[in-house]
């Protein structure tokens, strides 16, 4: 059951936990922005942040060049064949060299996207790692050229964040709360617009260094606000505000 606005009224405050999918937490966002409700997304791992050029070429993977990079369980929600169709024609219809590397653990109904994979003829192209650490990850964040999350729906969606907090600009779709999560420092591609418009995005992204590095300058300031130091200013504040709203 989805929370709706008269719900929302009889709060004092509202504190989500972002790791946690809820069912239409999307919803639940948009109705808390509209509100004067004080709420808090607990998020961001601090572990992610940026790295300097001798740190980034340290990668365990052997990676060469530039690549575009996939992060999550690959389960059907995820949206991966359409990536792979997108990226099909990033390669196909704009000569794009970049690699696609995905990192995440089979999940259910995984065997589409492998058995598209080799259907597109891209097995030397996309790199599957399976499970990452999370230092694995820092480096695979900091080295790509974007994060790319086309989820058909998302209840929250963390990768993005953790993406913007290493300065690597993330694309991702218009699938549940990802717009909201990702904000004005991220590049929305509603799903409504095909492979051909993630393609162009993704184009639009990896051809335009300036555009990449505005990207990683407001993904940064965007992340920013979701680290733990924030979170204890305004926990803080949310439980001033609720318990003078009591007196």
Partial sequence: ????????????????????????????????????????????????????????????????????????????????????????????????????????????????????????NLEDRVLFLGRVSTKELLWLYNAAQALVAPSIYEGFGLTPLEAMACGTPAIVSDGGALPEVAGEAAEVVPQAAGAEGLAQALLALVSDRARRAEMSRRGIEHAARYTWAEHARIVSQVYREVCRAQV
């Fill in 1 to 120: 059951m989805t929370p709706g606005k008269n719900f929302i009224t009889d709060m004092d405050g509202v504190l989500l936990r972002g790791n946690t999918p809820i069912p239409g937490a999307a919803e639940f966002i948009r109705a808390l922005k509209d509100s004067d409700r004080q709420y808090l997304v607990l998020t961001n791992n601090p572990a992610y942040t940026p790295l300097d050029l001798a740190h980034r070429l340290r990668g365990r993977f052997g990676i060469q060049g530039d690549y575009l990079l996939f992060v999550s369980t690959i389960e059907p929600r995820k949206n991966v064949p359409f990536l792979l169709r997108a990226y099909r024609q990033l390669v196909d219809n704009y000569g794009v060299d970049a690699r696609l590397v995905l990192a995440g653990e089979k999940g259910w109904l995984f065997d589409e996207v492998f058995d598209l994979t080799k259907r597109l």
